[in-house]
């Protein structure tokens, strides 16, 4: 059964940390582009980072220094950690997994077909 199962979301204050957590089971995800999208209440779904089967990654603009987008192969988990964390960044922050083998991440959604259950996070004082 493939799944995605994110974690490490909560509370924090404005230029806290948080580290985000996904977990896959059915899927090996060394084998595939992984990104994090995010969608705040009344807007629309957005891509913030994504990491490649060859290890780079890329970052949206508005959290570049921010975030950072890692794995752990042994572990079939991804991580994103998050500093300096604004209110702006309060949303539901979702893992997903591309539909096809060894393909270069865009932060398209369409091109992910695997999502996990999101996790929220939230920043404010």
């Known amino acids: 059964q493939l799944q995605l199962v994110e974690s490490g979301g909560g509370l924090v204050q404005p230029g806290g940390s948080l580290r985000l957590s996904c977990a896959a089971s059915g899927l090996t995800l060394g084998y595939r582009a992984i990104a994090w999208f995010r969608q705040a209440p009344g807007k629309e779904r957005e891509g913030v980072s994504c990491?490649?089967?060859?290890?780079?990654?890329y970052n949206e603009d508005s959290v570049k220094g921010r975030f950072t987008i890692s794995r752990d192969t042994a572990k079939n988990t991804v991580y994103l950690q998050m500093n300096s964390l604004k209110p702006e960044d309060t949303a539901v922050y979702y893992c997903?997994?591309?539909?096809?083998?060894?393909?270069?991440?865009?932060?398209?959604?369409?091109?992910?077909?695997?999502w996990g259950q999101g996790t929220q996070v939230t920043v404010s004082s």
């Open positions: 990491i490649n089967s060859d290890g780079s990654t």
């Open positions: 997903a997994a591309h539909s096809l083998l060894f393909r270069r991440c865009v932060l398209k959604s369409m091109d992910y077909g695997y």
